[in-house]
């Protein structure tokens, strides 16, 4: 569930300013290559312009944050290379010195393994039931967890988190 949450914090951290971001002097890569589905710039169209029609207000970025949150729900934001692509897509290069900084630590090694074992856990859980896998013939046993693991690895994704905050 901690990963889940990190997924759903940078989703609405991306939601909030992509807007914003795209409208800067030099986009960076993620935001040259953010597109969304055809349907969605139809039904966006539309949209606007039933709204010109009926002489209400136009908010076309609004329209456009409002399909690009429908188009961004199904990408994750879990691994590494996807959390600097979320911070990309908000104007946000640099990501790791940033967090270098934050952490006060110059091996960022750990933290992205930490991160990537995490999201592997994850993975194991919600696709394969968190079961061992075995050959032939043998018992189906799950994963062992501990509390402490559980624990320490929400502290992780708390800080980690809490230093994403501070980058801006």
């Known amino acids: ?24 002097k030099q986009l960076k890569r993620a935001q040259e290559a953010l597109t969304i589905p055809a349907t969605l710039a ?4 539309e949209a606007l312009r039933k709204a010109a029609k009926a002489k209400k207000t136009v ?17 994750t934001f879990q691994s590494w290379r996807e959390i600097e692509e979320a911070f990309e897509l908000i104007g946000v290069s640099g990501l790791t010195g940033k967090l270098q900084a934050a952490y006060g630590n110059g091996d960022m090694g750990p933290i992205k393994k930490q991160l990537g074992l995490l999201v ?13 896998r075995h050959e032939r013939g043998g018992q189906v046993r799950v994963h062992a967890i501990t509390r402490k693991h559980v624990e320490d690895s929400l502290d992780f994704l708390d800080t980690l988190v809490a230093h994403l905050e501070t980058i801006s």
Request: glycine fraction near 6%; proline fraction near 2%; hydrophobic fraction near 40%.
């Open 42 to 45: 139809l039904k966006m169209t």
């Open 120 to 132: 592997q856990r994850r993975n194991f859980i919600v696709h394969e039931g968190d079961l061992v």
């Open 1 to 24: 569930m901690g990963i889940s949450a990190l997924d759903r914090y940078l989703h609405e951290r991306v939601v909030k300013r992509v807007i914003v971001g795209l409208r800067g």
């Open 59 to 75: 908010r076309p970025a609004n329209q456009l944050r409002i399909a690009l949150q429908e188009s961004l729900h199904t990408r």
